[in-house]
């Protein structure tokens, strides 16, 4: 069989294959013998097949030969021309393979998931839907549905990963938090109180259809979001802190006095490993698709485009470089040193970081349109192996670029906000020869929100009895102002 060119998750016809864990059943957990997990199964995949269709029964056949070592998955398989919300679960001991469900997302819409299974019934039309032919019959035989219930009122996702208000609340919700942000605030009110975890009938559709044109900027930032101007949004909450932090300390579920509770699980989520936005082109491109691929929290973080036909990753943003022996020289850790240092106060840090990402993001996105325009010329005149190597240098140069700027963003943060101030720029001298005057800077503070708070919490401890002089009073506030 064919072999293609496989950059991150994206191989050289465009193809995509994206995942979140849904892990499912626990009897269904574990097969002997498996030696394909679900990030293997992705590759194979990839390597393999040309169009998103081929790659679903590629994943089939090669986990019914191989067997499936992982737990539940929803994956996102694309390619220019489709894209596809596919539902799966392995078959645990005794059987090899997997059952699943996919379905395609109808033109204008989006989909999502979000370690939740999604796909309840389907249509049996083969040009909408896709199936394991036994996925039912595998559940009968397991006593997880009746032998004499409707096969077509069979829900995979109420089979083999049942709802619960946990996974409504942690998982669902980010479904929501995206759609709400794509078709507006009449589908969150709509379904609210299903991401809430308290009316599980109340289930959200599969697909919905944006209440306007979604552009690649729009994917990029929809994966960014902390529930902003909703219901869940926790900026304002105690836990915040005086920064208002929309992250909170994990564990998010906790239990007090016999009740349980949950904090927000964001889509832009402080434990991402990696993430990416494919845009998968038209053939008429013909430089092919690009794989927008970042690292570490995507709120936070800069995607780099790859084109599809890169044939080399770039040496700061290859595997393995995320280990812990390799902090100098990874963008994973650059990345997450400029994030970690935002956490505590995202309000002023995480502001500025996001303004790094536009600009950033921007200026990339300047560079594939330039290297579009340029590579039909370098086609014509050197021939596809020179084309393909110039997209190649523009993919690989601009990443390692982006990890040499992320080390030097840390440390302008750093200098900018150390000991809990607002360092401003340096100024220039007065002459060239004159060593620079110290910069200005400013203490921000509590807002008043939170020195409230304080107040509330801890009386007049902090109350500094009347009297003395107060001109001198004033003058000595200035004095330890300044320090």
């Not at 927000?264 to 927008?292: D, E, M």
């Not at 850790?333 to 970690?340: D, H, I, L, P, S």
């Not at 190597?389 to 523009?394: H, P, Q």
């Amino acid at each position: 069989s064919n072999r293609y060119n496989v950059i991150g998750n994206m191989n050289e016809h465009g193809v995509a294959i994206g995942e979140t864990t849904f892990d499912g059943l626990g009897s269904l957990a574990e097969q002997d013998g498996a030696i394909i997990d679900y990030y293997s199964l992705m590759w194979l995949a990839l390597q393999r097949s040309a169009t998103a269709r081929e790659a679903i029964l590629t994943m089939d056949s090669l986990t019914k030969l191989y067997g499936y070592a992982s737990t539940g998955e929803s994956f996102s398989v694309s390619d220019p021309t489709e894209a596809w919300h596919v539902d799966w679960i392995g078959k645990g001991q005794g059987e090899k393979g997997a059952v699943w469900v996919a379905m395609k997302v109808p033109e204008g819409h989006i989909g999502g998931h979000a370690n939740q299974a999604r796909i309840t019934t389907w249509p049996r039309d083969t040009a909408v839907a896709m199936w394991a032919p036994d996925v039912v019959d595998f559940a009968v035989a397991k006593g997880l549905y009746p032998k004499t219930a409707d096969p077509l009122a069979f829900s995979f996702a109420d089979v083999y990963d049942p709802l619960t208000p946990l996974s409504a609340r942690l998982c669902e919700a980010r479904v929501w938090d995206l759609f709400q942000f794509a078709a507006g605030p009449e589908f969150g009110a709509q379904y609210l109180d299903y991401a809430q975890g308290k009316n599980l009938s109340n289930r959200m559709p599969l697909f919905i259809k944006p209440n306007r044109p979604f552009q690649l900027n729009d994917t990029m930032w929809a994966m960014r979001q902390h529930y902003e101007g909703t219901w869940f949004d926790s900026r304002n909450l105690l836990g915040a802190g005086p920064y208002h932090s929309p992250y909170r300390a994990r564990p998010v579920v906790f239990e007090v006095d016999g009740a349980t509770y949950a904090f927000n699980r964001n889509l832009g989520y402080v434990g991402t490993f990696f993430h990416f936005v494919a845009h998968c082109r038209p053939v008429t491109n013909i430089a092919g698709s690009v794989i927008w691929f970042g690292v570490d929290d995507s709120s936070l973080s800069v995607r780099v485009p790859m084109y599809s036909t890169t044939s080399s990753a770039p040496s700061t943003w290859a595997y393995g470089v995320g280990d812990t022996a390799h902090w100098a020289n990874s963008a994973y850790w650059r990345m997450n040193a400029v994030a970690n240092f935002a956490y505590s106060r995202h309000a002023l840090v995480g502001t500025d970081v996001q303004t790094h990402v536009v600009a950033t993001e921007r200026h990339l996105m300047d560079v594939v349109a330039t290297a579009d325009a340029k590579y039909p010329s370098i086609l014509a005149s050197e021939g596809r192996a020179a084309a393909e190597a110039y997209l190649t240098n523009v993919s690989v140069s601009s990443a390692d670029k982006v990890t040499n700027d992320w080390a030097n963003l840390w440390t302008q943060l750093f200098v900018k906000y150390r000991d809990g101030l607002i360092v401003d720029s340096p100024p220039k001298p007065a002459h060239p020869k004159d060593l620079p005057p110290p910069p200005g800077c400013s203490a921000p503070g509590y807002d008043s929100a939170w020195l409230s708070r304080i107040l509330k919490d801890t009386g007049d401890h902090y109350l500094l009895p009347k009297g003395g002089n107060l001109a001198h009073q004033e003058r000595k506030l200035a004095l330890l102002s300044r320090r």
